[in-house]
């Protein structure tokens, strides 16, 4: 439903540009008397009106999802239809004469200047909704301007010279493409990133809309947020070379993929709680520099990994060390975060799991990762390692299974098991309170998630359905899919599991409070023509930092009013999710770090500031973050001597 509406009204938007712009120009004033509007005028007058309240139509079936919704469309949209209806009544409908009769011309300037608030109402509208807010006002100041010169060239020698009809369209048309040129190039030009920027320079959010200077200087330096219990010798240490290499799909496809010790996945690294991890990245790309990134890890900050904001790329031929303990058991991951668009797709990641310190009794238990990962882009061909078709494994009966499903792409993924009772464990690495055994399962995984699902081997075979390709898991070892009944219900983590305690929940008193809407804007980003999504109609690096204080409660609203998923991920934190649209979360306490805010739907949550630092906080469809979807959260007090940008080897995004 939001979609449809949503979709629909941005259409409504965009199709009264070329309206209204039409109506605008075959405006005539009282130069042919007889001459008045045509057919075709008439018909465009009408489309604005009719689309003006189809617009409003839309607003009001928004309410539903929240006044974030509809109001920001009746404010621009209501004032349009009003201006363009009273414009009909006065202007309009009295010069089309009574019905057979003689139409009067359009006078100059009065009826000449009623169009022009009509026509320049209507596309203020479009562009709140289109191209944002600041637009609309660039939109409202350029057409008075347009129309002021045109009535200081109507009195010009000139405009009479050229008063001929088709010198007239000529003269119209020429203008209008150089005023659209300009302005585009103007936009393309403006949204060019600068060469060097600094995450702490800008203006800061501290809450409640209040806004700061943040400044870059003195303070503590995110280098020296190394840990408090990262001393000693390390009890797990791995090193991840990356590399190319050229990696065959079963489908017979190649790619010339990147990635660490020539695997795809990359190595999982499997640790136990609280040992201390050293991991030694090696660069062998040519020409690209790379990072490593402990997705959902809440580890110090200066072990993040993020180019540009708490360390320089490793330089090809280059190393770094990461050092971390693995104090939170679970699923994780891991990824380059430089370029992360395009790395992460060519494979530079793989699974991180932390195993809890003694698992008693699970010797021969199934324990397996299972990465889904499209190569090239979203709507191409999704794997399972290199296996985009079935894969069986032999699982003898009794067996006890927990399959780890990550997705590493940005779109959600829908995982569907069947063939026996299975629970759901955890989720984004935190286990699930008291989860009930479901009759199969269905799993909408967000971009950047992971959903840990367990069962006991059947008799029968289970099948595992990672949206394409398939794993079979039976005693026998050669099952093939079949049919396997009904599709299992959709999960639904707000209300799976059962409540537990909480160090905090929706009644704790909160320290600072965040929104964040989310916007689907047409415009450039660094020079270029894209979709951009912004944060309070801001992209990166214009978005506020998000401050915060050690030991503050922080409450972040997230409001999408685009009609795609985004998968918002905090670095460095857990989100307990308050509520969903509303309505309190009511199972187990649902922890995240990647949380999927679809279409239409506004989420609360709340997480703890105890982990100093500067923290990405992106939407993980990376080609969302790189076009601008990403803001930071910082403390107060620490700075960053790295910076990003094109004259820089850090480009984050
Ligand atoms: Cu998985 Cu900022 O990333
Ligand atoms: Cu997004």
């Given at each position: 439903m939001f979609l449809w509406v949503h979709y629909t009204d941005m259409v409504m938007a965009l199709l009264a540009v070329p309206?209204?712009?039409?109506?605008?120009?075959?405006?005539r004033p009282s130069v042919s008397p007889g001459s008045g509007p045509s057919r075709m005028?008439?018909?465009?007058?009408?489309l604005l009106l009719g689309g003006a309240a189809l617009r409003i139509?839309?607003?009001?079936?928004?309410?539903?999802?929240?006044?974030?919704?509809?109001?920001?469309?009746?404010?621009?949209v209501a004032p349009a239809l009003v201006v363009v209806a009273a414009v009909y009544g006065v202007w309009v409908r009295p010069m089309l004469g009574p019905p057979g009769g003689e139409w009067r011309v359009a006078r100059w300037p009065g009826d000449y200047w009623a169009?022009?608030?009509?026509?320049?109402?209507?596309?203020?509208?479009g562009a709140a909704q289109l191209t944002g807010v600041g637009s609309a006002a660039v939109t409202g100041v350029g057409v008075l301007g347009i129309a002021a010169v045109r009535s200081v060239w109507r009195r010009t020698r000139w405009s009479r010279r050229l008063a001929g009809r088709w010198w007239r369209v000529a003269a119209k048309g020429l203008l209008g493409a150089t005023v659209a040129a300009a302005v585009l190039a103007a936009m393309s030009t403006a949204s060019r990133l600068p060469a060097r920027s600094s995450m702490t320079g800008g203006p800061a959010d501290i809450g409640g809309g209040s806004m700061i200077s943040h400044s870059h200087h003195g303070g503590v330096g995110v280098t020296t947020l190394t840990g408090t219990d990262t001393e000693g010798v390390p009890v797990r240490?791995?090193?991840?070379?990356?590399?190319?290499?050229?990696?065959?799909?079963?489908?017979?496809?190649q790619v010339e993929a990147w990635t660490f010790n020539g695997m795809t996945p990359g190595p999982q690294l499997r640790v136990r709680q609280d040992d201390l991890v050293e991991v030694t990245l090696v660069n062998r790309l040519?020409?690209?520099?790379?990072?490593?990134h402990w997705h959902g890890v809440d580890v110090p900050n200066a072990m993040d990994g993020v180019a540009g904001v708490t360390q320089d790329a490793v330089a090809p031929g280059g190393r770094f060390v990461y050092r971390f303990r693995a104090t939170q058991i679970g699923t994780y991951w891991y990824h380059s975060h430089e370029m992360s668009s395009v790395q992460v797709r060519r494979g530079l990641f793989g699974a991180l799991v932390v195993l809890p310190a003694e698992v008693p009794g699970q010797g021969d238990a199934v324990d397996e990762t299972v990465l889904r990962h499209s190569w090239v882009d979203e709507d191409g061909v999704a794997t399972l390692g290199v296996t985009t078709g079935v894969q069986r494994r032999q699982v003898p009966a009794g067996r006890q299974v927990r399959?780890?499903?990550?997705?590493?792409?940005?779109?959600?993924?829908?995982f569907t098991l069947t063939g026996a009772p299975v629970r759901v464990v955890a989720i984004d690495g935190t286990d699930v309170h008291e989860p009930s055994v479901l009759d199969g399962v269905r799993i909408l995984v967000g971009g950047g998630a992971r959903y840990d699902v367990a069962f006991t081997m059947p008799d029968q075979p289970v099948v595992l359905h990672a949206g394409g390709p398939t794993i079979v898991y039976s005693p026998g070892g050669n099952a093939g899919p079949g049919r396997e009944g009904p599709v299992p219900a959709l999960l639904d983590p707000a209300r799976y599991g059962t409540p537990a305690a909480t160090p905090f929940g929706a009644a704790s008193h909160v320290d600072r409070r965040f929104t964040l809407r989310v916007d689907e804007r047409l415009g450039f980003y660094d020079g270029r023509p894209t979709m951009r999504y912004t944060l309070n109609n801001r992209s990166f690096p214009d978005v506020p930092m998000l401050m915060v204080s050690p030991g503050d409660l922080v409450e972040v609203t997230y409001v999408n009013r685009s009609g795609q998923h985004h998968p918002m991920h905090l670095h460095g934190h857990h989100m307990l999710v308050l509520d969903r649209n509303g309505r309190p979360a009511s199972g187990s306490p649902w922890w995240v770090d990647t949380l999927d805010v679809g279409p239409g739907e506004t989420y609360r949550a709340a997480f703890r500031a105890d982990n100093?630092?500067?923290w990405m906080d992106h939407c993980h469809n990376l080609e969302h973050a790189a076009s601008g979807m990403i803001l930071h959260l910082g403390y107060a007090g620490i700075t960053t001597p790295f910076r990003t940008g094109r004259s820089t080897v850090n480009h984050p995004e």
């Open positions: 309206a209204a712009v039409a109506v605008w120009a075959g405006v005028w008439r018909l465009l007058f009408g139509v839309a607003a009001l079936l928004l309410l539903p999802n929240g006044w974030d919704f509809a109001g920001p469309r009746l404010v621009f169009m022009t608030v009509a026509v320049g109402a209507v596309l203020v509208a240490r791995f090193t991840l070379t990356a590399q190319a290499a050229t990696i065959e799909l079963d489908s017979g496809q040519p020409n690209v520099g790379v990072t490593l399959l780890r499903l990550v997705n590493t792409d940005g779109k959600p993924a829908t100093p630092g500067i």
